[in-house]
């Protein structure tokens, strides 16, 4: 596989449910990224890991719990969400954060509902 | 507050035409400007982009137009064929990458190409 791959491409849940996501790079970069895009809102950034280590949160609610255990893969463990979280979860990577490369390769995204 | 705006919700140009999208940014630290599509059920791709050194990037079909002192760029695509019918997404950071700020992004405008 190439790119970046993320998983499940959709997710219901309930407000009490617990789930993850997963994301994983085959692109060899060294940072990876979870952003959020509501209906009728820009994408918003959630969380950088850069090197495996968590870099700025952005004041995300507690209910989502980024995990990175190593450079390829990035998680984002869901709990007691609102109906409001229902969204498109977008994880990406890129080579560089801090300089060189300013792409971002996103993957599919999660479509996700909140019940 | 937004920091990049994208007005048009939605853009229809014929077949053939030049298409022109549209993005205005207030940051005025924002240095490097990305153009991102995005096709449904995908994750957003890149494009194209500028850095604050020119005022003009081209790349095939695709230019991008920047002038800082109105903070405005612009999308060209000439000419505009079917497969170009898409989301498209402006985006701008201080630095490349985004660094632990990530980019932000436009609300996106949707072009779609008639035939």
Same mark, same amino acid.
């Given at each position: 596989?190439?790119? $970046?791959?993320?998983? *499940?491409?959709? +997710?219901?849940?309930? %407000?009490?449910?617990? =789930?993850?996501?997963?994301?994983?790079?085959?692109?060899?970069?060294?940072? %990876?990224?979870?952003?959020?895009?509501?209906? !009728?809102?820009?994408?918003?950034? %959630?969380?950088?890991?850069?090197?495996?280590?968590?870099?700025?949160?952005?004041?995300?609610?507690?209910?989502?719990?980024?995990?990175? *255990?190593?450079?390829? @893969?990035?998680?984002?463990?869901?709990?007691?969400?609102? /109906?409001?979280?229902?969204?498109?979860?977008?994880?990406?990577?890129?080579?560089? /954060?801090?300089?060189?490369?300013? !792409?971002?390769?996103?993957?599919?995204?999660?479509? #996700?509902?909140?019940? | 507050?937004?920091?990049? =705006?994208?007005?048009? &919700?939605?853009?229809? $140009?014929?077949?053939?035409?030049?298409?022109?999208?549209?993005?205005?940014?207030?940051?005025? %630290?924002?240095?490097?400007?990305?153009?991102?599509?995005?096709? *449904?059920?995908?994750?957003?791709?890149?494009?194209?982009?500028?850095?604050?050194?020119?005022? =003009?990037?081209?790349?095939?079909?695709?230019?991008?137009? +920047?002038? =800082?002192?109105? !903070?405005? +760029?612009?999308? @060209?695509?000439? &000419?505009?064929?079917?497969?170009?019918?898409?989301?498209?997404?402006?985006?701008?950071?201080?630095? /490349?990458?985004?660094?632990?700020?990530? #980019?932000?992004?436009?609300?996106?405008?949707?072009?779609?190409?008639?035939?």
């Amino acid at each position: 596989e190439t790119g $970046v791959t993320q998983t *499940p491409r959709h +997710l219901v849940m309930g %407000m009490t449910n617990k =789930k993850s996501l997963k994301c994983e790079q085959h692109l060899g970069h060294n940072a %990876m990224y979870w952003y959020k895009q509501s209906a !009728k809102k820009p994408l918003e950034l %959630m969380f950088v890991y850069s090197l495996e280590e968590r870099v700025e949160n952005n004041s995300v609610p507690s209910r989502f719990s980024p995990e990175c *255990p190593n450079s390829s @893969h990035l998680f984002l463990h869901l709990h007691t969400l609102q /109906p409001e979280d229902s969204a498109l979860y977008l994880c990406a990577s890129s080579q560089d /954060p801090t300089g060189g490369n300013e !792409k971002l390769f996103f993957g599919s995204g999660t479509q #996700l509902s909140v019940l | 507050d937004q920091q990049v =705006k994208q007005n048009s &919700p939605s853009l229809s $140009v014929q077949e053939g035409r030049i298409s022109i999208l549209n993005c205005d940014y207030t940051n005025s %630290m924002f240095d490097y400007f990305l153009w991102y599509k995005k096709y *449904p059920a995908e994750g957003p791709t890149f494009l194209i982009s500028i850095s604050s050194i020119k005022d =003009k990037n081209e790349d095939g079909r695709f230019t991008v137009f +920047l002038n =800082k002192s109105a !903070k405005h +760029l612009s999308l @060209h695509i000439v &000419p505009s064929q079917p497969g170009d019918s898409a989301v498209y997404f402006c985006a701008a950071s201080a630095i /490349p990458g985004g660094g632990a700020d990530g #980019l932000t992004f436009g609300k996106g405008t949707h072009l779609i190409i008639q035939p």
